[in-house]
């Protein structure tokens, strides 16, 4: 069995088509089916190269490893249709040749006013044979006007299309109401991508074609010139697209739509991968952390849902922290350094292995890899002056009571470079009848510059004694001098 993601390079990869592919990806792991990448880029104007490699990157980024594609090569290629012309001119031949489809010199401005006519009428606008009949004078003299034929698709009439649906179930179509004749190759020799997918579909042998449900309505045409062909359909599953928080078709303004930005900002592969296959299917037991193994044995084509799924960003947020926190520290670090960089420090200058400790510490606190250089100053900086909730927070008559105590241990020694790590919480303690928040919290904004972050057992030791020593004196000094 063979299945494919055909992905058009007009633009980044959309969250929603690596979810197609990601469940065709799992699919052919848990079934061993092969998995095809063809590149569908007939539209000549804003396919490019460099967004085929970006997708092919993001792909490679989320684990997709596919069998055959425009980089690998296989039995049934080229895998580009821009490649494939030959292929589709002698099918196109074959279909004319057999009275399937004919030549149509209408112009686009006739096709217009028939349609506005129509429109007026308040009746779908249908093509049925417009050009179906005509003899070959008629299209000398359409020639020698300088007109160029587009390619229709011969529909016939009254004709049932039952479309058999892993996900949807039958879905019965009558020919009568998808548009009457359609084109299959405009008038400039560019072949319609209703067309071509099934050609190449039946030359590449795939035997299901999983994709979202936006591309329903298309599969009447589809069966019909396959039916044209003498060529068995394929199995279909047409799953649900993905909504936004309001229910309407996820796009920008819902959030991050593109897997490059996903990569971007700081999300693992693994954590999307897991929570795009739970969009639409769950496991038998409600558990949502898998491994890619575990995934690959438990999904099903015939239980994935019907019904549309919402992305939850947070969610999303909330698993990959989860996997973060779960990471081998050693490659953990490693995917941290460049957001360090970003952060304005030189990772490779300090110490690998207290760089390492810095890690475990503020794994915690970060849901996105991009999240470190919130709290990475925290122990790289000199002084990492207080952030505006801080800066509020150190204001108060309460945190100016704790300041003062501190600067009092720090510049008379009780507090030092022996004692710091177990000393300095217990000594504030001792020295203030404040307690709780009002007395945790303040000791928190003057040693980080900030109100949250990495536990304080966790983070003194590794901000070090000179580091807390300025950054007390500089609270001193900005806070309780009048």
């Given amino acids: 069995m063979r299945v494919r993601f055909a992905p058009s390079p007009t633009g980044f990869l959309h969250i929603g088509n690596a979810r197609t592919a990601i469940i065709n990806y799992l699919l052919a792991k848990s079934n061993n089916w092969k998995f095809i990448l063809r590149i569908e880029d007939t539209d000549r104007e804003r396919s490019t190269r460099e967004s085929e490699q970006s997708i092919l990157n993001d792909l490679s980024w989320l684990g997709i490893v596919w069998d055959e594609g425009p980089d690998k090569g296989g039995s049934y290629g080229p895998y580009r249709q821009s490649e494939r012309f030959d292929i589709y001119r002698e099918y196109t031949e074959r279909l004319l040749e057999e009275n399937n489809a004919y030549h149509c010199y209408c112009t686009p401005d006739e ?134 928080p309001d229910r309407a078709k996820l796009s920008k303004r819902h959030g991050i739509t593109s897997v490059e930005l996903y990569r971007k900002e700081g999300y693992l592969p693994e954590a999307l991968v897991n929570y795009m296959a739970l969009l639409g299917w769950a496991t038998e037991d409600g558990a949502e952390i898998l491994t890619f193994d575990e995934i690959v044995r438990q999904i099903d084509l015939k239980n994935i849902g019907k019904s549309a799924s919402v992305f939850d960003f947070q969610k999303l947020r909330w698993m990959n922290g989860i996997y973060i926190r779960n990471y081998p520290v050693d490659s953990l670090v490693e995917l941290f350094l460049p957001y360090i960089t970003e952060a304005g420090f030189d990772p490779l200058a300090v110490e690998e292995r207290h760089l390492k400790s810095i890690i475990t510490a503020v794994r915690g606190s970060c849901e996105v890899l991009s999240d470190i250089k919130k709290v990475i100053g925290i122990f790289l900086s000199e002084l990492n002056e207080p952030d505006e909730e801080a800066d509020k927070m150190l204001k108060e008559d309460y945190s100016r009571e704790i300041i003062i105590l501190t600067e009092k241990l720090f510049s008379g020694s009780r507090i030092n470079g022996e004692n710091f790590i177990e000393g300095i919480i217990t000594m504030i303690k001792e020295g203030t009848e404040l307690k709780g928040k009002k007395l945790f919290m303040p000791v928190r904004a003057m040693l980080t510059g900030r109100l949250k972050g990495p536990e304080m057992d966790a983070a003194i030791p590794l901000i070090g004694f000179e580091k807390l020593r300025k950054r007390v004196e500089y609270c001193f000094n900005t806070y309780c001098r009048q």
Wanted: aromatic share 8%; net charge neutral; hydrophobic share 35%.
């Fill in 111 to 244: 096709i217009e006013t028939v349609r506005k006519k129509v429109e007026a009428e308040n009746k779908p606008y249908e093509c049925v044979n417009r050009c179906g009949e005509i003899g070959d004078d008629d299209k000398k003299k359409f020639e020698l006007d300088g007109r160029k034929p587009a390619v229709r698709f011969r529909v016939s009439r009254g004709e049932l299309i039952t479309v058999k649906d892993y996900i949807k179930g039958n879905i019965t179509f009558n020919s009568d109401n998808i548009g009457g004749d359609f084109i299959i190759v405009r008038s400039d020799g560019y072949p319609i991508y209703n067309y071509i997918v099934v050609l190449d579909d039946i030359l590449m042998k795939v035997s299901h074609v999983i994709r979202g449900e936006d591309h329903l309505s298309n599969t009447p045409k589809q069966v019909l010139i396959h039916r044209a062909l003498g060529i068995p359909v394929p199995e279909y599953a047409h799953h649900p697209l993905i909504l936004g």
